[in-house]
């Protein structure tokens, strides 16, 4: 009988999560190998052990999707992404906690001015499911990207290491894309701009 592998090298756990079809033993090691010092840093930073559990959870489905999508570039090791990931993460999750009773706080304005018109369709409000369901459209970056910046407030560098862009001026470059796509999608389609607006603005 074959002896199973229970340890991976990064490269070997890389390759392995490239596979369609991730192994049980490849999800093993990361849960064995990272999550008491990932957990370790949520319970230190007010959460619960359910909240160190669901943030890990998130932390391996979008790290798995990374590898598969070719988007992680090896650059740092996977102990280092993975705990900025899930860092990032968890300071997401508190923002969202901080502002539930501030619903209709402030966005910060985009400098440009082709971004303006559609800036304000991201305003955070309760139906955040038609926000994200128009994002869906633009694929999985540009959703990751622009949820990120208007409806979680975080910055470009704050941004960067979700997706693994290689600097700054190549996230703002791709973020304006999507904001064109957008904005073009709206454009060409009044009735779901209209849809789109009246759900951000519901309860108003």
């Known amino acids: ?10 490269g070997e756990l890389i390759e ?3 596979k369609d079809h991730v192994t049980n033993m490849a999800i093993s090691y990361l849960y064995r190998s990272y999550y008491g010092v990932l957990s370790n840093h949520v319970r230190q930073n007010m959460g619960s052990e359910q909240d160190a559990e669901d943030v890990f959870q998130e932390v391996v489905v979008t790290f798995i999707g990374l590898v598969k999508n070719g988007k992680f570039r090896g650059e740092s090791s ?10 990032f ?3 997401n999750e508190l923002k969202k906690r901080n502002r539930a009773a501030h619903r209709e706080e402030k966005f910060e304005s985009e400098s440009e001015s082709e971004e303006g018109d559609v800036s304000r369709y991201l305003v955070e409000r309760e139906s955040r499911h038609m926000v994200i369901a128009m994002m869906d459209k633009l694929g999985a970056v540009c959703k990751s ?9 975080l910055s470009m560098k704050e941004i960067l290491p979700l997706v693994n862009f290689e600097n ?13 796509s957008l904005e073009q999608m709206l ?4 009735e779901l701009a209209q ?3 009246a759900a951000l603005t519901y309860g108003n």
Request: hydrophobic letters at 40%; one cysteine or more; a positive charge.
């Open 195 to 197: 849809r789109f607006k």
């Open 89 to 91: 993460t968890w300071l």
């Open 168 to 180: 700054e001026q190549v996230l703002r470059n791709k973020k304006y894309k999507c904001l064109k």
């Open 187 to 190: 454009t060409t389609n009044p």
């Open 145 to 153: 990207i622009l949820l990120s910046y208007y409806y979680d407030n």
């Open 16 to 18: 392995a999560l490239k």
């Open 1 to 10: 009988m074959k002896k199973a592998i229970l340890d991976f090298s990064d």
């Open 78 to 87: 996977v102990k280092t992404f993975l705990f900025t990931l899930n860092r």
